[in-house]
């Protein structure tokens, strides 16, 4: 069991920057994948970017290629997503996601289906 606590969300105007947070206790001692969704108003949740623990490789959705950086720091168990350059689209609720994989390669974002635990999720608001 892991339990995801987010952090970092908040309002900004567009152009902006923000650091999410999110900080993985319980049962971190396996290697997992572990992702950034975001719902918008009326929206389905979508996958915004993704990193392994142990093998560090990245992924990010086109909507936020090259404006997004995930991060995570294993000593602290923790996942960062920085945003910058942000648009009134990227305005949503953002959740961390975890699931337990050995195998170090790409995690997909595309189904969030995989992922069994989730953050309560941070809000992210950016005005025009």
């Known amino acids: 069991q892991v339990m995801l606590v987010d952090s970092g969300g908040g309002s900004v105007q567009a152009g902006g920057s923000l650091r999410l947070s999110c900080i993985a206790s319980g049962d971190t001692h396996r290697s997992r994948c572990m992702a950034w969704f975001r719902q918008a108003p009326g929206k389905e949740r979508e996958g915004v970017a993704s990193i392994h623990t142990a093998g560090g490789h990245t992924y990010y959705a086109d909507s936020v290629e090259g404006r997004a950086t995930i991060s995570r720091d294993n000593a602290k168990n923790a996942l960062y997503l920085q945003l910058d350059s942000l648009k009134p689209e990227d305005t949503g609720m953002y959740y961390c996601?975890?699931?337990?994989?050995?195998?170090?390669?790409?995690?997909?974002?595309?189904?969030?289906?995989?992922?069994?635990?989730w953050g309560q999720g941070t809000q992210v608001t950016v005005s025009s």
């Open positions: 996601a975890a699931y337990t994989r050995s195998w170090p390669g790409i995690c997909d974002i595309a189904s969030e289906d995989v992922y069994p635990y």
